[in-house]
């Protein structure tokens, strides 16, 4: 059997394309680039869902909460080698209220939650990669996007990488920044969006660390 990869994200992992208001295509979305750099010993899966968040519920939208979804995703992929949880951009937004610190102990609850299912893993072995996402521009305050979003998302977003990495090293994790492997910065469109170079410069950098890790 190969090696089963779950990439459990939000839109930037789902492959939002903002510019067209789609999604980027097979060879162009990081997860699926993964895939072809890995090789047909592992299996890539996408998990990825615009608006999740780590564990906040959004009053506007049902079903957003990673925390929610997380276990009968990870039984549906068992046995599961290896979960990336790439997540925070959403939480940043104003109506949750929350800093930087609470969205990383809302990762926190969610690699709980993770390694608590100990039926999907395979021997029992949790095998967690947090991502801290790109860095949100502060540009994005000055786009369409701004008004839903609200304030200070950029600033929060930039706190996140400080925060998961002090979550990684306390629950015994695998640790990236994608923002010292994606040297692309985010769109132009709304300033929190992976770009087309962007995707393949962070399946680059995932191909490089994740066979040491499985």
Known sequence: MKKHIVCFGDS????????????????????????KKLGEEYLVLEEGLSGRTTSFRD?????????????????????????????????????????????ALGLKRLIVKAMSATDCWRDGRPNILVVTPQNIGREYAD????????????EKS???????????????CYYLDANQVVSAGPNDTDYMHLTEEGHR?????????????I
């Open 158 to 172: 930039e706190g996140l990488a400080e925060e998961y990495a002090k979550i990684a090293e306390m629950t015994g």
């Open 59 to 103: 009053p506007l939208f049902e079903g957003l909460s990673g925390l929610d979804y997380l276990y009968p995703c990870l039984m549906s992929h068992e046995p599961v080698d290896l979960l990336i949880i790439m997540l925070g951009t959403n939480d940043t937004k104003e109506r949750f209220g929350v800093s930087s610190a609470c969205i």
């Open 143 to 154: 786009t369409a996007v701004a008004p839903t979003m609200g304030r200070g998302c950029a």
């Open 12 to 35: 930037n992992t789902h492959g939002y394309y903002a510019a067209a208001g789609g999604r980027f295509d097979e060879n162009q979305r990081w997860t699926c680039l993964l895939q």
């Open 201 to 213: 410069q962070l399946a680059d950098g995932l191909a490089r660390v994740i066979p040491d890790m």
